[in-house]
């Protein structure tokens, strides 16, 4: 039920700090999280990406946090549009 729950801003997300641990031991800074083909975040960071001057994130839902960095960047986005 927890990871049906992502929204909830927690201290026990065990699953991310693993996830970047092992990212870390690889050389890797960051570790892509999705669901299926469906990409949803980073294990401690959104993620977006631009293709052909779109922006693109996963939509704000139970799947991810939709937090304040998130909200910031995507006005900014909407702003120079």
Do not use: M, P
């Not at 049906?4 to 201290?11: M, Q, T």
């Not at 779109?54 to 986005?77: D, E, M, P, S, W």
Request: glycine residues 8%; contains cysteine; positive net charge.
């Amino acid at each position: 039920l927890r990871w049906l729950r992502c929204a909830i801003k927690s201290l026990n997300l065990l699953g991310d700090v693993l996830a970047k641990q092992d990212a870390y031991a690889k050389g890797c800074y960051e570790t892509i999280l999705h669901r299926g083909d469906i990409v949803t975040e980073c294990s401690s960071a959104n993620v977006y990406g631009i293709k052909d001057g779109q922006l693109y994130t996963h939509h704000a839902n139970n799947f991810i946090l939709n937090g304040i960095t998130r909200k910031v960047i995507l006005k900014c986005a909407a702003e120079i549009k």
